[in-house]
């Protein structure tokens, strides 16, 4: 079978959930055929490692060690798959390998343009992943809005594509938004009309139009959508709002775009989606329920946390339950805005998560510090495992001062260090300790019951470690590290053994968590939070 490309375009705004679109698009035709994503963005940055997750999201890191754009986070959680670093194409790695081409007199004294260079360079990539993968379906995403000028070359060289494959080779399905207006009821579907005209003047023809909503698809709307826009109206599709993004696949498999997808690309109509709808209906029934706080910095853009709200889902699929969540923004305890009873009065469970910087760190510790006193349900990821350290150090070690380098270079007792491989280390890009590696796990340890097994593999993102020097000191009957690196000083699990549930993890577990394979963390976190829960546990005092 050859490549098909199916191309997924937006128009009118960003931030319309094109992502999930893609990756719903993607699970219609897994596992039927091997769908290989692919990530445009048009942004000069390598990759998103350096950004603020306030100002672009999470950035999501992969087994390989690639730092890329969170929609890959939903790639992989609906295709069942790892990803790679080269399936994300930003403008700033073309830029840079064209640019790294002309210096070493690649082009032979030719003038290097946009077209043919920089809308050839992303060409090859996209049919030299194809290859190598052996792709029966590459799934491309283009992102931001079809007006961006920093997509234009994206949009040229899918038009190029366009013209070298056969017809039935590719697809291109664009997503508009189809605004409400208060007090009129009606969908609008001039905005999907005005983002078309654009991509026409591209020389781009979409079959298949999806329309963002906050209701599903009238009829009328899509017969005029698909007259409006030369379209058949079974080749209209809706993405209303929904409970969970889980959902999306549902309703495009009901729509009916299954066949449209094997029709226009000349295929055999794939498989349904199995237990996917079972686990997505577990939620949407589920007679229990369970409150979660996190307790971040980034709070004030939700997708900061993508990764791990979307861990909670699953594991709330798995136990049954309603997993409802709280954003604490430590900053606020830190500074005495609010008392951490207050902030956490009606939480079953508490995830501190990863993050840099001593912005919220100490109101971080003391609501670690409440969290273990009270034996309320805690999870520690990254930088929330270290503190988790540090407040052990200080409040039961006598380690008075203990703190991070991080945050203090000269504190007395330097409990989380930085690694020793990072301390030369001028570029900040891509230089952490990133991406996949082996865990040992101990014998009868929290963590070996929860994951069955004393080797492990999960994702990092980090630059700090526990101070070796320390680990004896902080170690008890009650605290115990109880995963590391093989052959490596590097403490990558901590628990405590007098508690309903207390982990730390020097690793990402919401990175791995799939709806259909839930991280034994997370799933951990929720069963031991329903088990306070119902046992009406005395926690707010």
Known sequence: MRTKYIIVTGGVLSGLGKGIVAASIGRLLTPTYNVVPVKCDGYLNVDPGTMNPVEHGEVFVLDDGGEVDLDFGHYERFLNRDCKFEWNLTSGKIFKSLVEKERKGEFLGKTVQVIPHVTGEIRERWKSIAKKEKADILLIEIGGTVGDLENLWFLEAARELAAEVDRKDILFVHMGLLPVIDGQGQQKTKPMQQSLLFLRERGLIPRVLIGRSKERLTEKTKERIGFACNVPKENVFSDPNVTSVYEIPLILEEEGLRKVLADELDMKVPSKLGRWSELVHAVKDAKKSVSIAVCGKYTELADSYLSIQEALFHAGAHNDAKVHLRWVETSDIEKGKIPIKDALKGCDGVIVPGGFGSRGVEGKINVIQYLRENKIPFLGICYGMQLAVIEYAR???GLGGANTTEVNASTSHPVIDILPEQRAIAYKGGTMRLGGHNVEVKKASKASGLYGALSIRER?????????????????????FS??????????????????????????????????????????LIAASLKCKEQKFKLWK
């Open 395 to 397: 409040s039961v070690c």
């Open 460 to 480: 990092f993102r980090h630059r700090y470690e526990v101070n070796p020097q320390y680990v004896s000191h902080i170690e008890s009957a009650q605290f115990r």
């Open 483 to 524: 995963g590391k690196a093989p052959n490596q000083p590097i403490m990558q699990l901590c628990e405590l053994s007098d508690h309903p549930f207390f982990v730390g993890t020097q690793f990402h577990p919401e990175l791995t968590s799939r709806l259909e394979r839930p991280s034994p963390l997370f799933l951990g």
